[in-house]
């Protein structure tokens, strides 16, 4: 009985020397550094991905997070200690142009979208869109096969910019505050083409060259960001009676990149313009302080390119400011900065007056019938 206690208590205290020994060595192994992760936790870009949505995490590492991080959860910081590594958060754009720069951002070398834009009280697809604008509707998708053409109408136009702009809601009432359908067909191809870019055209306008042929082979198109015609060139004393800019850029047919700055300006401009006279009582038709045309029309058009080409921010002035006569009487494209100006052949052709040329002629490329912008100043 006694041999049989000791062999017993022999096999129990090999046991118990094991287990520490066991023991002794998980210690030192868990006191090791984890493997490197092949991207660091404190690298800006996994912050952005740590960020991210469980389903993204796991579509990214191909499975859950958690279960396959190689190292501890980071040490959570108090509120007054900031990672080195770690960017900080941008200042909250704090006036109008500022949310619009941050929400749209210009890239000048990237490429020009492929989208057109037009607008109408109704689709090419209704019964009711008139016979008289489909040939020039399908002149753009005709010339521009590669493009996603789309006719907005006034009523998806409002959804379209509750859309695009929700984070800029000072735009949002804007839009929706104007009192008639003129005036939001205006501020609706500066408003389509400061966030998605592209062509916009009125639905009266007839495309007669693919825009691919609108700028010469030798202007890389990187370096460009904003594309505009001619559409008054009156060489007369009276010119003020009938044109309300000495040359005077069209807006019935405008090619950019999304975010340009004439975009952001123009947006800004008719935005606070909406709201002051709002705020005032006057934003009805026979009550604002502002013509159409000094509203949202050519006239300020016109102004905001102007003061880009004269903003010491964009350009070096050298002392002297770009006027109308930069542009009066040219007969071919101008390029000053990211922006080309067309002649009056380019978007006017056929008018008969100013130096306009035929629409037969090499630099004409669209031309415009001058009948749906007025319709549409009729309640839809």
Known sequence: ???FTFRKTAIISAFIITVVYLLHSSHH??????????ISTNSPTHQ?????????????????????????PPRQQS??????????????????????????????EGKFPAYIWQTWKVTPASGEFSENFRGAEASWTEKHPGFVHEVVTDKAAVLLMR???????DVVEAYNALPIPVLRADFFRYLILLA????????????????TEWIPDEVPRSSLGLIVGIEADPDRTDWKDWYS??????????QAKSGHPVLRDIVATITEDILRMKKLGILKEDMMDKSIMEFTGPAVWTDTIFNYFNNPTYYKMDGK?????????????????DVVILPITSFSPGVGQMGSKEPDDPMAFVKHDFEGHYIHTTTP
């Not at 400011?321 to 900065?337: C, D, L, Q, S």
Request: net charge positive; proline share 11%; aromatic share 8%.
């Open 321 to 337: 400011n770009i006027t109308w006569e930069a542009f009066a009487g040219m007969e071919t494209a101008k390029k000053v900065g």
């Open 163 to 169: 859309h695009l702009y929700a984070s800029v809601p």
């Open 48 to 72: 952005a991905d740590a960020t991210a949505t469980p389903t993204s995490s796991a579509r990214t590492t191909g499975a859950p997070p958690q279960a396959t991080r190689p190292y501890p």
């Open 245 to 254: 800019r000495r040359i005077q850029f069209c807006q019935w047919t405008i």
């Open 1 to 3: 009985m006694a041999m």
């Open 196 to 211: 998605r870019g592209g062509i916009y055209t009125d639905i009266d306008t007839t495309a007669l060259k693919s825009t």
């Open 29 to 38: 192994s868990s006191a090791l550094p984890p493997t490197p992760s092949p």
């Open 79 to 108: 509120n007054n200690q900031i990672s080195v590594a770690q960017k900080p958060l941008l200042e909250t754009p704090k006036t109008l142009r500022e949310q619009l720069q941050y929400q749209f951002p210009y890239d000048r």
